[in-house]
T-cell receptor
Framework: DGGITQSPKYLFRKEGQNVTLSCEQN?????MYWYRQDPGQGLRLIYY???????QKGDIAEGYSVSREKKESFPLTVTSAQKNPTAFYLC?????????????FGPGTRLTVT | RKEVEQDPGPFNVPEGATVAFNCTYS??????FFWYRQDCRKEPKLLMS???SGNEDGRFTAQLNRASQYISLLIRDSKLSDSATYLC?????????????FGQGTILTVHP
């Protein structure tokens, strides 16, 4: 089955630790995205990648880093510089970076930092 | 003004009711519009795209008014399984056309 996988589903970390969230897709999509969702708020864009080996900052990139070495993979690292890392993190992909294609989401990772 | 604004609700309706959600967007360059559905603690899933002429998918009807920068979603004959948060989603237009902006969502609860 084609889709997007994210692991793990739940992640707990201590303050000051970096943590990497996995995102893999087998949809052969060019574009991939990372969002965070906080309670009662809309999704906010962290980073996006239009094509392999390229990525751009989104609206709230501070304290995060990404890589796109393979078309199917777009891991997100939450660094210790991120002031409020506890959130629901969602990875998405779309066929291409265009106006008309919808984005498909993975099941998300709930990160709790204490 | 928020880029995408929705009435957060919650809307509590009985089974069989008709319910309508509204959404306004601020970027006149936006060209693509969607309604997503998000179940509790799950990922958003595309419900339907919204086309200029309006479109229908079973019990769901979406309308777009570009002049007023307004999008709506109508659900007829509500089912218990329609209970979810409905997200209004708009692309940003211009050089950011591949980016989507998500509204905060409208909560719908359908009760027996």
């Amino acid at each position: 089955d084609g889709g997007i996988t994210q692991s793990p589903k739940y992640l707990f970390r201590k303050e000051g630790q970096n943590v990497t969230l996995s995102c893999e897709q087998n949809l052969n999509h060019d574009a991939m995205y990372w969002y965070r969702q906080d309670p009662g708020q809309g999704l906010r864009l962290i980073y996006y990648s239009q094509i392999v080996n390229d990525f751009q900052k989104g609206d709230i990139a501070e304290g995060y880093s990404v890589s796109r070495e393979k078309k199917e993979s777009f891991p997100l690292t939450v660094t210790s510089a991120q002031k409020n890392p506890t959130a629901f993190y969602l990875c998405a992909s779309s066929i291409a970076w265009t106006t008309s294609y919808e984005q498909y989401f993975g099941p998300g990772t709930r990160l709790t930092v204490t | 003004r928020k880029e995408v604004e929705q009435d957060p609700g919650p809307f509590n309706v009985p089974e069989g009711a008709t319910v309508a959600f509204n959404c306004t967007y601020s970027n006149s360059a936006s060209q693509s519009f969607f309604w997503y559905r998000q179940d509790c603690r799950k990922e958003p899933k595309l419900l339907m795209s919204v086309y200029s002429s309006g479109n229908e998918d079973g019990r769901f009807t979406a309308q777009l008014n570009r002049a007023s920068q307004y999008i709506s979603l109508l659900i007829r004959d509500s089912k218990l399984s329609d209970s979810a948060t409905y997200l209004c989603v708009v692309n940003r237009g211009g050089t950011s056309y591949g980016k989507l902006t998500f509204g905060q969502g409208t909560i719908l609860t359908v009760h027996p």
